[in-house]
């Protein structure tokens, strides 16, 4: 496929084998709730676009996002040492999202947020099939990471679905693959590889609720030999499609609808997520918490992504249970309007 928008101004939805050459959302034909046609400044106005590069290990997590809110450009990267407890982090809003710049393309293009001294840049080659991380902070912090979808073979999960009465939202997710590449900062120098890291990344965009909110978990490491990532989450990408699903070894399992169970007021107590299929029962505890708080009237957002250790069993069809013990991934607590 080359282009997600179709001629008649339609998204083609779907979960599908790779990913769109282009998510041409300037052809999509908007229409108000009542089919009124909206032009080019609502279409801009309405159309959001982020991205996402997590990276798991026993001594070392990380983060880093980069969003297109039309208004606003926003950006934030971390850093946690789980031994010590030691978090350090940075947060970026650029007005307008001048300074920054994003790729419709999720297979060959490079987003970035740039302020003052500081870099947060997302690299998507399709040759070889590479996504890159790369951070150059004004204190010293720098990030060079990567991973490769095809040396193993991995299938993503790529999926477009429709959102309340007049959007669509374009999806793709990977968890479970190494990672490559070093750190350093002020909590150590550090060899990806020699911490046997791994990554996840997620590359959204289109229309959605203009009020919305989720749940989300990930998780990426190895299960006696096996490659495992994860990806569920309730609130968004559920119409008609669903984006559950998890990996072993690059293979792509979909899972059916998830339910998590969390004290809202405390994310960082245990959390219960189960699958309506049986494929699914995790319990996950938090061991750090990146927070982010926005009110500006027409956007607002209330982010929390915490980072701690999962356990339970996956139950993959016609297969044995995978027990999952102390796998290092995220889960997240998000409301935003936009």
């Given at each position: 496929m080359q282009r997600l928008i179709q001629a008649n101004g339609q998204p083609h939805y779907g979960i599908?084998?790779?990913?769109?050459?282009?998510?041409?959302?300037?052809?999509?034909?908007?229409?108000?709730?009542?089919?009124r046609r909206l032009g080019a400044l609502a279409k801009w106005r309405?159309?959001?676009?982020?991205?996402y590069f997590g990276l798991v290990s026993h001594e070392l997590i990380g983060g880093c996002a980069l969003g297109n809110l039309s208004l606003l450009g926003v950006g934030f990267v971390y850093l946690f040492h789980p031994s010590s407890g030691r978090l350090i982090e940075r947060q970026f809003r650029l007005p307008l999202g001048f300074g920054s710049r994003f790729s419709q393309q999720p297979?060959?293009?490079i987003c970035?947020?740039?302020?003052?001294?500081?870099?947060?840049r997302l690299e998507n080659r399709p040759q070889p099939k590479e996504k890159r991380l790369l951070v150059e902070l004004d204190d010293g912090t720098r990030i060079d990471a990567y991973f490769s979808e095809q040396q193993?073979?991995?299938?993503?999960?790529?999926?477009?679905?429709?959102t309340a009465v007049?959007?669509?939202?374009?999806?793709?997710k990977?968890?479970?693959?190494?990672?490559?590449?070093?750190?350093?900062?002020?909590?150590?120098d550090f060899d990806l590889q020699a911490l046997d890291a791994f990554a996840h990344h997620d590359w959204s965009a289109g229309?959605?609720?203009p009020e919305t909110h989720w749940n989300w978990a990930c998780l990426s490491g190895e299960v006696g030999g096996v490659r495992v990532g994860l990806n569920l989450s309730c609130g968004v990408n559920e119409t008609s499609f669903s984006e559950n699903c998890y990996w072993l070894d690059g293979e792509l399992i979909q899972v059916g609808g998830v339910h998590f169970q969390f004290d809202r007021d405390d994310p960082l107590q245990p959390w219960q997520i189960r699958s309506a299929d049986g494929q699914v029962e995790l319990r996950f505890r938090g061991h750090g918490l990146h927070r982010e708080r926005l009110d500006l009237g027409l956007l607002a957002s209330n982010f929390k992504q915490v980072f701690g250790c999962f356990e339970g069993v996956l139950r993959p069809p016609g297969r044995a249970p995978l027990v999952i013990e102390q796998l290092w991934g995220f889960v997240e607590d998000q409301y935003v309007k936009w």
């Open positions: 599908f084998a790779e990913a769109p050459g282009l998510v041409n959302y300037r052809d999509f034909d908007f229409r108000s709730p009542m089919g309405r159309f959001h676009q982020f991205q297979d060959d293009g970035e947020l740039r302020s003052g001294g500081n870099l947060l193993p073979a991995f299938q993503p999960m790529c999926i477009c679905t429709p007049n959007g669509w939202v374009y999806a793709q990977v968890a479970g693959v190494r990672c490559r590449g070093t750190v350093q900062s002020a909590l150590g229309y959605m609720r």
